[in-house]
T-cell receptor
Framework: EAQVTQNPRYLITVTGKKLTVTCSQN?????MSWYRQDPGLGLRQIYYSMNVEVTDKGDVPEGYKVSRKEKRNFPLILESPSPNQTSLYFCASSFSSNNEQFFGPGTRLTVL | TQLLEQSPQFLSIQEGENLTVYCNSS?????LQWYRQEPGEGPVLLVTVVTGGEVKKLKRLTFQFGDARKDSSLHITAAQPGDTGLYLCNHNAGNNRKLIWGLGTSLAVNP
């Protein structure tokens, strides 16, 4: 089944404790993105990647890191999480930014 | 940053009513996509519009792309509770570049 998977789905952590949210797709997509979704602010792109080893900042990259060492995986890293990073996070993939975006199920992160 | 404005922000209607939601920008789009997001899930693509003046139909949903490719509308005929969700529009800022999303229209269709 073609899909985007994210783990974990839910995470409660404390300020400053490094965490990684994994994202994997099995559709051989080149373009992958991370978003955060907050009430009143909509979907905001954090980082995107056009292909392996190519990543770029989206609208809200501060406090986040990503890597794209393999085509299928695009982990999101929070080196020192803070409460303002409490949000619903989505990973998405597509053949290109012009094509249909396939979204993962979301990761609800709470930083205390 | 190219912004997408969606209106209305919230809409609550009764089953069977018709409605239209809008997605507007001051910039010209090469293409525009509409997505629907249900609570607790990621957005799912409804349609992509590419040509100015284009009209696409998906059952009771009609999508229109403005002639100048700066705006788009989504019209739902005889809305049903299953249409409830957040309707989002987006476009990309250029070839394989970052994506711009509107804030969405939150639609509630009451039985």
């Amino acid at each position: 089944e073609a899909q985007v998977t994210q783990n974990p789905r839910y995470l409660i952590t404390v300020t400053g404790k490094k965490l990684t949210v994994t994202c994997s797709q099995n559709m051989n997509h080149e373009y992958m993105s991370w978003y955060r979704q907050d009430p009143g602010l909509g979907l905001r792109q954090i980082y995107y990647s056009m292909n392996v080893e190519v990543t770029d900042k989206g609208d809200v990259p501060e406090g986040y890191k990503v890597s794209r060492k393999e085509k299928r995986n695009f982990p999101l890293i929070l080196e020192s999480p803070s409460p303002n990073q409490t949000s619903l996070y989505f990973c998405a993939s597509s053949f290109s930014s012009n094509n249909e975006q396939f979204f993962g199920p979301g990761t609800r992160l709470t930083v205390l | 940053t190219q912004l997408l404005e969606q209106s209305p922000q919230f809409l609550s209607i009764q089953e069977g009513e018709n409605l239209t939601v809008y997605c507007n920008s001051s910039s010209v789009f090469s293409s525009l996509q509409w997505y629907r997001q249900e609570p607790g899930e990621g957005p799912v693509l409804l349609v992509t519009v590419v040509t100015g003046g284009e009209v696409k139909k998906l059952k009771r949903l009609t999508f229109q792309f403005g002639d100048a490719r700066k705006d788009s509308s989504l019209h739902i005929t005889a809305a049903q509770p299953g249409d409830t969700g957040l309707y989002l529009c987006n476009h990309n800022a250029g070839n394989n570049r970052k994506l711009i999303w509107g804030l969405g229209t939150s639609l509630a269709v009451n039985p």
